[in-house]
């Protein structure tokens, strides 16, 4: 028997690669061949690789067609799967066998140990489970994050007057819209993005080669896409890195003002209501770095890992957090209300009040904790055996420097300054690094400031500096390797750090170091650079120069590269994903994206060996550091700094008097 159906794709975000895997599961109940057809291509339902290449959006008609005896009921599953916004695929997690004194007990006794979640009880407790990205539980209403669709436009125009007509008022809309975002924006960097863009909303060049086209009749929608296209690739084409990132700012033009065509309004995290946990299948660093997160309750995502640049920030703005969350059944996009522990990375949509009571008094013991642990803001820990740890703070820009402060960090073991350089229009100069560099040091007189360089490149990209599309962007020109290609990025940065050195105890390290040239290079363009402040009679001074060890190259050249430097700090967020080869954000392989596999444990003891001969210190600053259990087995090889987010410091200084060094 051969059966076909048309159907409407209504599964939040179109077919990738989890509803695709979804519909390979379900098809695999029947004996029958099931096909989607979209469009005239045609994909199997038992590979979900077709389907991914069939490109269904949300919203998209497709047809099912089945051939074999429960051809019918393989159907009718399908298309409740897709019209159903993929819920309904499977039966809810059973729940149901627990009665309430039982759920309560163990809701009881899981508040009272925020360590304790297993994914079986989980599973009976009826929450999703996802990578735990920490900062404790919340509750709110939930925001779905989902951006608009954007149609195909009519190509040709029916009445040119009223498109010209139509066209003006989508750009004078986008224009105030964009300035009205711009007034409410809460970070500099992010309100100079949206008036730049405001700005060529209203760009006559901009008017008339839309206007243009509609008089050559094509419709006002089809008129503004090549218009934005033609433009951006125009500035693309330019050697100029000011006006190639003027390109993105048309791409964003382009979208929004065709989008306005349609009715709709993107969203951007500014749009979230204060309270409100969001929800979305991923948030970029660039989206998160521009937006005030503190607003938020909570933050859970489909995609993304522990790891991600977004998942750094959301720590840092101590907002409770799971991402890559399992949602087989589809429960998240239905949800109004949402229960979440980012210590146990549960997610539970609509709670009931025995889960809303358990994560109040999660809550409450959190509060109790922070409240005990407040004795260890002045201490300066030492292990068991005598040794002290420097306990630092990992900041992504000066704003966060009393947040530092007021848990008693022992000065900066990360600064990441690309957060500097990300979410504005133009790249900050020399003197306002200066300026923020200065900062940093004259807050923490009484310690280190370890300032790494920019780091861009792979999931950090920065809107004015262009980077030529990579194959594999985490295998490619990032960190340091990029800035020895770019001297005019890197010299301002280094002068920076010269000009500030002389105000407190400045380190500086190089990102993605592989070898010992790359220091080398590094360091001849820091001699120019002096050579250069001596001749503008300049003040500046040296600073301690050391590398992050976060390649499995500085790992096997550890002994060479602790010859040329004064420290290294162990970034085992990248040094993880290129040992275990497990992308860090990919929630798929987080079980192997950990600081605890025994090649990555082993890693490290091989490079404090190295350090330990060549009579260096070594730290520690990628996100595993703020782990208790951890960090027990890296100071027990030899790591006498942990640097990490603030909200994790006063855990960890409590936590070091049980550690033993040797
Ligand atoms: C790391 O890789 O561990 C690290 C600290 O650097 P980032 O997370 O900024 O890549
Ligand atoms: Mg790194």
Not at 124 to 146: C, D, Y
Not at 236 to 258: H, P, V
Request: glycine residues 8%.
């Amino acid at each position: 028997m051969e059966i076909r159906r048309a159907v409407r794709v209504s599964v939040p975000g179109g077919i990738h690669a989890r509803p695709a895997a979804e519909i390979v599961k379900l098809s695999k109940a029947y004996n029958s061949e099931l096909f989607l057809e979209h469009q005239g291509k045609s994909a199997t339902t038992r590979s979900s690789f077709k389907l991914i290449l069939l490109s269904l959006k949300e919203g998209a008609d497709v047809t099912i067609r089945a051939i074999g005896e429960d051809a019918d009921q393989a159907v009718e599953q399908i298309a409740g799967y897709l019209e159903a916004r993929g819920e309904g695929a499977h039966p809810e997690p059973p729940t149901h066998a627990y009665t309430d004194t039982e759920r309560s007990a163990d809701i009881q006794n899981r508040a009272a140990d925020p360590q304790r979640g297993d994914g079986a009880q989980d599973a009976l407790a009826g929450g999703l489970t996802g990578v735990a990205g920490g900062s404790g539980a919340a509750t709110g209403p939930a925001f779905h994050f989902r951006q608009p669709v954007l149609e195909a436009f009519p190509p040709l125009c029916t009445d040119m007057q009223g498109d010209i007509i139509a066209a003006r008022s989508a750009r004078h809309h986008v224009h105030e819209a964009l300035c009205r975002q711009a007034a409410s924006a809460s970070g500099q960097g992010t309100a100079e993005v949206l008036n730049a863009i405001a700005e060529l909303a209203e760009d006559v060049e901009w008017a008339a080669r839309i206007e243009a086209l509609i008089r050559e009749n094509k419709s006002a929608g089809a008129a503004v896409l090549q218009a934005g296209a033609e433009l951006a690739d125009e500035l693309r084409a330019l050697d100029d890195a000011y006006a190639r990132a003027r390109s993105e700012d048309i791409a964003s033009l382009t979208r929004l003002t065709a989008l306005q065509l349609q009715g709709k309004r993107p969203l951007s995290l500014s749009d979230v209501p204060a309270g409100s946990v969001l929800i979305a299948d991923e948030i970029s660093a660039a989206e998160a770095g521009g937006a005030d997160l503190t607003r938020l309750s909570g933050i859970v995502t489909r995609h993304g890992s522990a790891s991600s640049h977004a998942a750094i920030l959301a720590r840092a703005a101590a907002v409770p957090a799971v991402f890559g969350v399992q949602d087989p059944a589809g429960r998240l996009p239905q949800a109004t209300a949402i229960a979440l522990d980012g210590d146990s990375g549960l997610v539970f949509p609509d709670p009931d009040e025995l889960t809303r009571t358990a994560i109040q008094l999660r809550r409450q013991a959190a509060q109790a904790e922070a409240d005990a642990l407040k004795s260890w803001v002045a201490v300066a820990p030492r292990t068991a055996d005598g040794i002290s740890v420097t306990v630092a703070a990992n900041l992504g820009s000066a704003d966060e420097i009393a947040q530092a402060q007021a848990v008693g960090a022992m000065g900066v073991g990360l600064f990441r300054t690309e957060f500097l350089f990300m979410n504005r229009k133009d790249l900050p100069g020399e003197e306002e690094q200066v300026n923020i560099y200065k900062r940093l040091l004259l807050a923490f007189p009484d310690h280190p400031v370890i300032i790494r360089t920019l780091d861009i490149g792979a999931d950090k990209p920065v809107r004015s500096i262009s980077l030529a599309k990579e194959e594999n962007p985490f295998l490619g020109l990032r960190g340091i390797r990029l800035c020895l290609t770019r001297p005019e990025l890197f010299k301002p940065q280094l002068r920076a750090l010269l000009r500030a050195a002389p105000y407190g105890n400045l380190h500086v390290m190089l990102p993605m170091v592989a070898t010992t040239e790359e220091i080398e290079a590094a360091e001849r363009l820091i001699d120019e650079c002096q050579r250069e402040l001596v001749a503008e009679g300049k003040e500046f001074s040296d600073f301690i120069m050391g590398i992050m060890v976060e390649t499995p190259a500085a790992v096997f050249a550890a002994q060479a590269l602790a010859r040329k430097v004064r420290f290294f700090s162990i970034g085992t967020n990248d040094l993880t994903q290129y040992v275990m080869a497990a992308d860090r954000l990919n929630p798929a392989v987080a079980h192997l994206c950990r600081g605890d596999q025994p090649a990555v444990l082993e890693a490290i003891r091989h490079v404090c060996a190295a350090a330990r001969s060549a009579g260096i210190w070594v730290g520690l600053c990628g996100e595993a550091a703020s782990h208790v259990a951890l960090a027990r087995q890296f100071v027990a090889t030899g790591v006498t700094e942990l640097s990490m987010s603030p909200s994790s410091i006063l855990k960890m200084k409590s936590a070091i008097p049980s550690f033993t060094a040797s």
